[in-house]
């Protein structure tokens, strides 16, 4: 069973700080997706990786696939209260048929 | 587009009664799927369908819940009877195609379900 770890469960960070979280598994997966999940809404997608050591830039967010894609992490850069939300990790199982989900990091950034 | 539209946003129920959660994917697309998303348990695949059929349906818990797709633009998740540990976020999404083309999803704003 492809399983996705997600870490830290939670993060409380004040405005500007910089983050790093992480979605690890034992598995390789062809690509992974971030989500990023804000209260009383669904996930929206922010970014696919899909070649190992991809790195991808979404302005302060910053992705990376882990050479043997089985990890990736996110970093942001001068984190914003904006950036509060629930981050998801995703990816593809069941013969490329559906999406299976890390547990997620809470993240608040306080001004 | 509108996007995913789920209906009701939020439910509140007692025990026993029938609970029916309502999906309208996003025009075009083919593939449908009900998630839950519990702090304890996360998100949680609990059925999908393929162009209204559906092809995995391992995820649903118990012979109480239901899913019924009749036709590309109507879902339907029913819990009958419901009890309290049925209570969490329900989450209807859809997608293009398979993830083999890196196809991603688009969740709806969910369904908020209380069970008394």
């Known amino acids: 069973t492809q399983l996705l770890e997600q870490s830290p469960q939670f993060l409380s960070i004040q405005e500007g700080e910089n983050l790093t979280v992480y979605c690890n598994s034992s598995s390789v997966f062809s690509s992974l997706q971030w989500y990023r999940q804000e209260p009383g809404e669904g996930p929206v997608l922010l970014v696919t990786?899909?070649?190992?050591?991809e790195v991808k830039k979404l302005k302060r967010l910053t992705f990376q696939f882990g050479d043997a894609r089985k990890d990736s992490s996110l970093h942001i850069t001068a984190a914003q209260p904006g950036d509060t939300g629930l981050y998801l990790c995703a990816g593809p199982s069941g013969g490329y048929n559906k999406l299976i989900f890390g547990a997620g990091t809470r993240l608040a950034v306080h001004p | 587009d509108a996007g995913v539209i789920q209906s009701p946003r939020h439910e509140v129920t007692e025990m026993g009664q029938e609970v029916t959660l309502r999906c309208k994917p996003i025009?075009?697309?083919?593939?449908l799927f009900w998630y839950r998303q519990t702090m304890m348990r996360g998100l949680e695949l609990l059925i999908y369908f393929n162009n209204n059929v559906p092809i995995d349906d391992s995820g649903m818990p118990e012979d109480r819940f239901s899913a019924k797709m009749p036709n590309a633009s109507f879902s339907t998740l029913k819990i009958q009877p419901s009890e309290p540990r049925d209570s969490a976020v329900y989450f209807c999404?859809?997608?293009?195609?398979?993830?083999?083309?890196?196809?991603?999803?688009?969740f709806g704003s969910g369904t908020q379900l209380s069970v008394l």
């Open positions: 999404a859809s997608s293009l195609g398979t993830f083999r083309t890196n196809e991603k999803l688009f």
């Open positions: 990786v899909v070649t190992g050591g």
């Open positions: 025009s075009g697309h083919n593939s």
